[in-house]
Nanobody, 125 residues
Framework: QVQLVESGGGLVQAGGSLNLSCAASGRTFSSYTMGWFRQAPGKEREFVAAIHWTTRGTTYYKDSVKGRFTISRDNAKNTVHLQMNSLKPEDTAVYYC?????????????????WGQGTQVTVSS
């Protein structure tokens, strides 16, 4: 099992940056493809970014965040990060970290078995 704890959310003005972190428990973190999802009020949870479990670290992004967000992982520290730049009000949501055992990078939420509790990101205009 993996337990995930997100941090780094907050209130930021449009155009600003935030770096979200997700700390994972367990000794097999390096075998999990990690993803970030978000859910805005009144909307369904949506995929944001994912990074493959192998050392190649293939990444995959939602089109609207490409060039603004960067996902990365540090297997030595059991953490995954989401660097978010040029934030927009439409990026406002609760952001969730998720883990999928030895999975391909993918956007389907049902592929991920473990989820964190989420961290709030609010972007003001």
């Amino acid at each position: 099992q993996v337990q995930l704890v997100e941090s780094g959310g907050g209130l930021v003005q449009a155009g600003g940056s935030l770096n979200l972190s997700c700390a994972a428990s367990g000794r097999t973190f390096s075998s999990y493809t990690m993803g970030w999802f978000r859910q805005a009020p009144g909307k369904e949870r949506e995929f944001v970014a994912a990074i493959h479990w192998t050392t190649r670290g293939t990444t995959y992004y939602k089109d609207s965040v490409k060039g603004r967000f960067t996902i990365s992982r540090d297997n030595a520290k059991n953490t995954v990060h989401l660097q978010m730049n040029s934030l927009k009000p439409e990026d406002t949501a609760v952001y969730y970290c998720a883990a999928a055992w030895r999975s391909a990078v993918q956007s389907a939420s049902n592929a991920y078995s473990y989820w964190g509790q989420g961290t709030q990101v609010t972007v003001s205009s």
